[in-house]
């Protein structure tokens, strides 16, 4: 009978210590993965992941990607545009997507300044131009950069925000905005949030 008790304490004892350190090795394992370099770490081989492993037969073949690559700038370099490149330079190729009965077309880029003034144009001109191309497609979509400090939020984009609730753990109190000129803003639809 005393050897069953004893048994039975040895065992009790062995199960707390390994309940109790089961639960030291989660906290630690969890306060360990909360850390911003784990999470930045964890996010970068995601990224890698979907790099090496792409998988064209789930691609959506409704998408289409522009980019503003090194050719690209290199090319208008040696015909006289330097970067940036006029404003009225997107609003031909809205116009053109327009025409080819795109239903969207999303800037991952920002246009928070003016344009520059050129010999041939002035800025007013250019950002007039691409804000008109805006209007005529209605679902046009650009890009802004939420800011950690406060800045001016317009009232068309204040207007349309909402409070967010719960928890995310990548999340960031962002007090401000930064959208794109005025000009432009009004002519869009919409604006996205960008990395910037």
């Known amino acids: 009978m005393i050897n069953k008790k004893t048994d039975i304490n040895k065992l009790i004892k062995k199960w707390n210590f390994l309940l109790f350190t ?3 090795l989660t906290l630690l394992v969890y306060a360990f993965c909360s850390t911003p370099f784990m999470q930045e770490t964890q996010l970068k081989l995601l990224d890698n992941f979907f790099r090496l492993d792409p998988t064209p037969a789930k691609a959506d073949t409704n998408i289409v990607l522009i980019a503003i690559d090194d050719y690209s700038l290199d090319f208008f370099n040696e015909n006289g545009i330097s970067w940036p ?3 009225s330079f997107y609003g031909f190729a809205m116009d053109y997507f327009t025409n080819a009965g795109v239903r969207s077309v999303i800037f991952d880029m920002q246009f928070y300044e003016p344009d520059i003034d050129r010999e041939e144009t002035y800025a007013w001109e250019t950002d007039a131009a691409f804000a ?5 497609n ?3 979509f650009l890009g802004s950069q939420l800011l950690i400090d406060t800045t001016f939020v317009h009232n068309k984009i204040a207007i349309s925000s909402c409070d967010v609730s719960g928890e995310y753990p990548y999340s960031h109190i962002f007090k401000g905005i930064r959208a794109p000129i005025d000009t432009l803003l009004k002519a869009n639809k919409a604006i996205g949030v960008i990395n910037a």
């Open 22 to 24: 089961a639960v030291v």
């Open 138 to 140: 209605s679902n046009t």
């Open 132 to 136: 008109e191309a805006l209007k005529r």
């Open 85 to 87: 490149w006029p404003r």
